[in-house]
């Protein structure tokens, strides 16, 4: 058996289907290339012992049997549920001492809880010889996530194991890899950090109260997405530019906008970007935009005048991989 071991898995970014994902509906959902790394390594004894310094966790330290039992500060949710959900899946009895380190700040709705946890599962099935397929380590993630904060799609999940660009349904009804390049993109952060299960929840109520309206609104988002996914394959980035604003409109409708996100957005339409969006849950957080190359560095321009500030991001990264 191995003793140690560093994996890390992408961040991601929504393209089109937020919020309608959490109905059964499609979503795209693209990785991005800020990492968590997650380091772990098998140690005597009996607790877990944790490093995340980016959420200001330092050697936190818990008996693996408590994991999940106990109030436990926020930063460690993640990492204690997963290591809880994967030895008692392989009956593994063991110490273990887990450092993470991400290249993104948890400000941003990019992904982290997912990332963090699909690297855990990813690293313990390393260094204690069970394999996984990417299934199983879904499988295992989603249900860590969904015990954490009791709802989600597992778009964020998928992204960080497959990585690429993933045209994915509810639970992991569907995962389906799309054959695409990088997208020209420029990410917009609104400097207001956004809860996503506050937003989730949000949208539940006003669905409770306007079934009807909502239903429709998710078929349209439907629409969009499986008219975005063959854009996207025939790299039609005007159409796909349109399909965003479209989409943008109907999250305006279901109320998860916001003036700072409108703000951010409407600094594409002066540039002549191809569209724009919000990205994830709405209420603050991210907007992308398609933009032409030559109209790049005006947008950036034009969003921080905008009081936003613009963040580097590749699309269509690797998946959770082992690095040493
Ligand atoms: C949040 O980034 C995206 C939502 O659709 C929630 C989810 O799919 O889990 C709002």
């Known amino acids: 058996m191995i003793k140690r071991v560093e994996v890390s898995a992408p961040s991601k970014l929504m393209l089109f289907g ?54 436990a500060p926020k930063g460690t949710r993640f990492v204690s549920i997963a290591v809880r959900n994967f030895f008692k899946s392989f009956g593994i009895k063991s110490g273990l001492k887990v450092e993470t380190k991400s290249d993104f700040s948890s400000e941003f709705g990019f992904g982290s809880s997912s990332a963090v946890t ?22 295992l993630s989603y249900k860590t996530i969904l015990d954490v904060q009791g709802i989600g799609s597992g778009f964020d999940v998928a992204a960080a194991i497959w990585g690429g660009t993933i045209y994915f349904i509810t639970g992991g009804k569907k995962v389906e890899p799309l054959p695409v390049g990088e997208l020209p993109l420029v990410v917009g952060y609104t400097g207001i950090k956004a809860d996503t299960p506050t937003l ?8 409770k109260k306007n079934k009807k309206q909502v239903e429709k609104i ?15 394959l025939s790299r039609d980035y005007k159409k796909l530019g349109k399909l965003m604003d479209q989409n943008q409109k109907l999250l305006d409708k279901l109320g998860v906008s916001s003036p700072e996100l409108e703000n951010l957005i409407s600094a594409t339409k002066k540039v002549g970007a191809y569209g724009g969006k919000l990205s994830g849950a709405g ?37 959770v991989r082992v690095e040493k």
Do not use: W
């Not at 989730?200 to 006003?206: C, E, G, L, P, S």
């Open 200 to 207: 989730v929840r949000q949208v539940a109520d006003f669905y």
């Open 218 to 232: 998710f078929d349209s988002i439907e629409d969009i997405v499986n008219e975005g996914k063959k854009s996207l």
């Open 118 to 139: 699909v690297g855990v599962i990813k690293a313990l099935s390393e260094v204690f010889g069970k394999p996984l397929d990417n299934k199983k380590i879904f499988s």
């Open 283 to 319: 209420g603050g957080d991210c907007m992308i935009a398609l933009v032409p190359s030559i109209k790049r560095e005006s947008l950036k321009v034009e969003i921080e005048k905008a009081g936003g500030k613009v963040i580097r991001a590749k699309t269509n990264s690797e998946g």
């Open 18 to 71: 937020e919020h309608a994902v959490v109905y059964g509906r499609p979503c795209i959902v693209t990785a991005v290339d800020h990492r968590m790394r997650v380091m772990v390594e098998v140690t005597d004894g009996n607790n877990l012992e944790l490093y995340a310094p980016d959420v200001d966790i330092i050697g936190y330290i818990e008996r693996i049997s408590n994991l999940g039992r106990r109030e």
